[in-house]
């Protein structure tokens, strides 16, 4: 019998071993194989235009070198903090403030929560060119209204100091939704007693949000700010049609900064290097997030 | 005796203040509602009028398909179908690697388990473009720049992990007690899950192929960098009227509705899930 269960837990091993195999084998094929080529790449000065600069390995630092000790790479990993500091903290609040006004159960909330899920839908080039529409003088109703009023301010995106928080009011718009459904969530598991507790204790709205259901929540915040951090490193469509970067480089966020340095300028070396070091920031905020995924109580 | 209608009125006035509390919250979040909608309707508006009239901030125009009509007869159809069969066909091989792997990781203890799922977060993570600087570069020895098979395999990289993720979760949360009894009676794995767990996670699948779909759907920098012109997806059609033809606001504004139109049709459909929270990060259990 003991033998027996043995054969059969082999033999069912052996089955279930079979159905991951070959997703593995993919998923090794499309993102670990390509990890390690890019690796490689930023070791090499990889460029078109000198033939055989895949395989020179003689200065397998050089573009690290560069990318710390001259100045372009921290100017935009300083835009980067710039922009996520912006987008994400008023993601959260606004994420927050939404759930909450959302958060009672009726047939018209529930059709209400779905229509804020658009903007998180919506294809991100969609996105762009709403705000682009938005932004650009001649056609936004926004610059229509206003010019009714006789006023006419200069265009956001073409300004050196209000480019970076309009698209950061953009990736905003279209981001909030995420934060307010993992913070709807967290709120729906909520029990009851503790706010019932609090009401009879004659507890005001602002301590019920703060004693009450803030603490509850936190979990679930937190892995929803860490989510959108690491998303908001890679915003592409949004600084591609609004900006392209400008003006100058004033909106060129590391990613944006190694898009152009690899695909405009042709310094694949160098972009894979960058690449490398924004892959090495993301997997350890990946491992902040799992540590702490592990600890939130809906994860259980 | 003299307190008791007191009482019952205290308990009218608090009755009406929650409710009025309530018509309030329900007031103030559909007014939220249409400005936050407010920008894609204008976007929808635009691309009814007529173009002379779209520069005019009124909403007095006549509507007209003009700008749809315009689409038709240029190279906006074909990028369409295109950005279908790379979409629907990552979706598909996403789907039949993804979902066995998803039941094995469900209804198995492997060693390595954690350590899949962190591989599968981290590539969830990863910025794209450190993706695209190797598949350029073997894509442009393989043949495979500017070719539907290409970017199906390119969206394997996010969508195989979405499907691994997410099955994985509705497996779990499948009762083992029926493929259990199954196995005892002497059914192998695969036949155990092909007549009992599929068919109870099928909704499972379908949500999850859904989202497979959007997210292919929605994609522009691979497909920015990776296609020409056989290939070019709808979203980066789109930026070429910005680029070359001028600035066609009226064929861009349509472009973009007829773009977002399918990813709002299979939201409504996911919407249950998607609301519950468990498949907003696309990865969250």
Known sequence: ?300 | MTCKPAAASSAGRRARRRRVKRGLAQGGAAVLLLAVLAPVLWLMLMSFRPSGATLAATLAFTPTLANYRALAGGGFPASFANSLMASTGSTVLSLLIGVPAAYALARHRFRASGRIAMWILVTRMAPPVAFTIPFFLVFSDLGLIDTIPGLIVVYLTFNLALVIWTMRGFFASIPAALEEAAWIDGAGVWTTFRRIALPLAAPGVAATGILCFIMSWNDFFFALILTRTNAMTAPVAIVNFMQYAGWEWGKIAAAGVLVLLPVLAFTFFVRSYLVSGGMAGGLKE
Not at chain 1, 185 to 194: D, F, G, I, S
Not at chain 1, 217 to 246: C, E, H, M, Q, W
Request: some cysteine.
């Open chain 1, 1 to 300: 019998m003991a033998a027996g269960s043995t054969a059969w837990s082999i033999e069912q091993r052996r089955a279930f071993t079979i159905g991951l195999v070959p997703a593995l084998a993919v998923l090794t094929a499309v993102t670990l194989g390509p990890a390690i080529y890019l690796v490689v790449i930023s070791l090499t000065p990889l460029t078109p235009i000198h033939p055989g600069s895949g395989l020179d390995f003689s200065t397998p630092f050089a573009n690290y070198r560069q990318a710390l000790f001259e100045g372009s790479f921290d100017h935009s990993v300083w835009l980067q903090c710039e922009l996520s500091t912006i987008t994400v903290g008023l993601q959260t609040l606004l994420g927050v403030a939404v759930a909450l006004l959302l958060n009672s159960e009726s047939r018209f909330m529930d059709a209400v929560r779905t229509g804020f899920l658009v903007p998180m839908v919506l294809p991100p080039i969609v996105v762009a060119i709403i705000w682009k529409i938005l932004y650009t003088p001649d056609v936004s109703p926004v610059y229509a209204m206003l010019g009714a009023f006789g006023l006419r301010p200069g265009a956001l995106i073409t300004s050196p100091v209000w480019a970076l928080p309009a698209i950061a009011l953009a990736d905003t718009w279209e981001w909030f939704p995420f934060t307010m459904l993992m913070v709807l969530a967290a709120l729906r598991m909520m029990p009851n007693e503790p706010i019932e507790a609090a009401r009879i204790d004659g507890a005001s709205a602002w301590q019920m949000f703060w004693y009450v259901r803030l603490p509850f929540i936190r979990p679930a915040l937190t892995v929803a700010v860490l989510f959108r951090l690491i998303d908001s490193i890679k915003a592409f469509p949004l600084i591609y049609v609004l900006t392209n970067g400008g003006p100058g480089q004033v909106t060129e966020v590391t990613n944006y900064y190694a898009f152009i340095q690899t695909f405009n300028f042709a310094y694949w070396g160098y972009g894979a290097a960058i690449a490398t070091l924004m892959v090495a920031g993301v997997f350890a905020l990946s491992l902040l997030l799992a540590r702490l995924g592990a600890v939130a109580p809906d994860d259980v």
